[in-house]
């Protein structure tokens, strides 16, 4: 009887990783994969990474149509790519879009089509809360700081030394409300020039609750409120 279970039992494993195989090939053979043939896109002389994670970690893309492929990917957040490997060690390249998301340690990465870029047309933003009414994200972008040109002036006189490029964290919060996109500013001025919300009840709010809009948790009380 024991023997019986466990043949069943291995019957069933050999399906899930069958059908699981099979969505994994057929994503790739989708065209959603491009091959990366040279891997260092970047000169590793600069400070920093371009990447979410410096290293590939374990996440699940998830489709909308219920389905989802666990694998290990990475996040570049300088031409807002997704990466990913084989068992091989190759590394591809995702094309994504808004047919779904990727989560990785819980947090979700979502897609969403925006011309601030101009490496790609969709850009990542990590979902912070979403409401019926109201959204908050996290528009995550690295840009490249690069050394200042010194003079010839200055190099003879030794002074104008360049700094060494490096990557810098570019990123900022989102509130998505009435289909549009809104970019949080650092200050509560610019914050009531949006128009966003009532302006009174706004003040009042941010001042009762000592609201600091750098900070993501006040900024989810911010739009709970406003909901």
Not at 153 to 166: F, H, L, M, Q, V
Request: net charge neutral.
């Amino acid at each position: 009887m024991n023997y019986f279970n466990s043949q069943i039992i291995l019957i069933f494993y050999f399906f899930l990783i069958s059908g699981f195989s099979q969505d994994l090939i057929s994503f790739h053979n989708s065209g959603n994969f491009q091959l990366i043939q040279k891997l260092s896109f970047y000169d590793t002389n600069i400070k920093g990474t371009p990447f979410a994670y410096e290293n590939f970690v374990t996440g699940q893309i998830v489709f909308d149509s219920g389905k989802s492929i666990i694998g290990d990917f990475r996040m570049d957040l300088y031409s807002h790519k997704i990466q990913t490997k084989n068992n091989d060690g190759k590394i591809f390249e995702i094309s994504i879009d808004n047919t779904f998301d990727l989560v990785i340690e819980n947090k979700t990465y979502s897609f969403h089509e925006l011309d601030w870029i101009e490496k790609n047309n969709y850009v990542i933003l990590r979902e912070c809360l979403t409401l019926e009414n109201i959204s908050l994200y996290e528009f995550m972008n690295k840009d490249l700081k690069k050394p200042i040109e010194a003079s010839s002036s200055t190099a003879n006189s030794g002074y104008g030394k360049t700094a060494d490029p490096e990557w810098i964290d570019k990123s900022d919060y989102i509130i998505y409300l009435n289909k549009k996109y809104y970019i949080v500013p650092k200050n509560h001025k610019k914050m009531i020039a949006l128009k966003l919300f009532d302006e009174k009840t706004y003040a009042k709010f941010r001042k009762e609750n000592k609201i600091n809009l750098k900070k993501e948790e006040d900024l989810k009380k911010l739009i709970t409120f406003f909901n």
